[in-house]
């Protein structure tokens, strides 16, 4: 599959949400690179390739940045894919000192577990909606020798396992870019995929329909926020910002870039991603 350089298509701007001033929208959507990178996703989560790599053991480790022999379980997405999936965890680990950490949408831990053994967070709490996620990232606790309290796993739909009276100074969710129309079902069958509840579990973590679960994020994350606490929202080229900067602000949050990088993914042919670390603060 080709894959053509990020920001060199041309597009034109979908406003949604309340705000209807273009320049509020610093990184508008683009529909092309969009239904390409959909195309990745589905070849990178859904691709036989994939399962070939987890044959013999149904796991695989990878050295990572002050991470050796990290774990990476069958059907959960790889942090070697994209190297954003370290850009935003050593960042965040600067922030983290003495404070409260939710790393939402974990998949294998990667950030969670960085920040817990780099970061000298207060506690740190990690969810995802994946069995197979939650479990990966119990391995690696156990093998960084991280326990509770201090660090501890939730299967949880967004904030659905995370007790209400529960609050953090900084919630991290390098969210699915993709906001399809259809349900993943109806992706898989349209382009002759299998259909398994792990498929279409290791999916999620890519495409969100209509950005659902981002939605949710962003309206009930306040409930969970110190004073002083903030979202970050790890975002890319083909991410949906205007819906993100129309959620922001119909929830009444201050919404900047707090870093932004460009990133080469090998997998895709070398092609230059531009990622974005949008910051949430409750007005």
Do not use: C
Request: net charge negative.
């Amino acid at each position: 599959m080709m894959f053509e350089p990020l920001f060199k298509i041309r597009y034109t701007l979908d406003m949604e949400g309340p705000t209807t001033n273009p320049n509020a929208y610093p990184y508008p959507p683009m529909d092309e690179e969009r239904k390409q990178f959909l195309e990745y996703v589905l070849k990178m989560y859904a691709g036989q390739e994939e399962d070939e790599r987890f044959a013999a053991t149904g796991e695989i480790t990878v050295d990572l940045p002050g991470m050796e022999h990290f774990i990476v379980r069958k059907y959960v997405y790889s942090p070697e894919h994209v190297a954003v999936a370290m850009a935003w965890p050593e960042y965040i680990s600067q922030k983290t000192r003495g404070k409260a950490f939710l790393d939402m949408g974990t998949g294998t831990g990667v950030a969670a577990v960085y920040v817990a053994l780099h970061g000298e967070p207060s506690h740190v709490t990690a969810t995802d909606i994946a069995p197979a996620a939650v479990e990966n990232t119990k391995a690696n606790a156990e093998q960084y020798h991280l326990t509770e309290p201090f660090f501890t796993v939730l299967e949880s739909n967004v904030f659905s396992a995370v007790p209400s009276n529960e609050k953090f100074d900084i919630m991290f969710w390098n969210f699915p870019w993709n906001a399809p129309d259809q349900d993943i079902e109806e992706i898989l069958k349209e382009h002759n995929l299998p259909i398994t509840p792990e498929k279409i579990m290791q999916l999620r973590a890519g495409l969100d329909k209509q950005y659902e679960g981002v939605r949710r994020f962003i309206a009930e994350g306040k409930q969970h926020l110190n004073k002083d606490g903030y979202l970050l929202l790890g975002a890319g080229g083909p991410s949906r910002h205007d819906i993100i900067y129309g959620e922001a602000e119909k929830q009444s949050y201050a919404i900047e870039v707090a870093e932004e990088r460009e990133m080469v993914v090998d997998k895709i042919g070398n092609a230059k991603l531009k990622v974005i670390l949008y910051r949430l603060t409750p007005l």
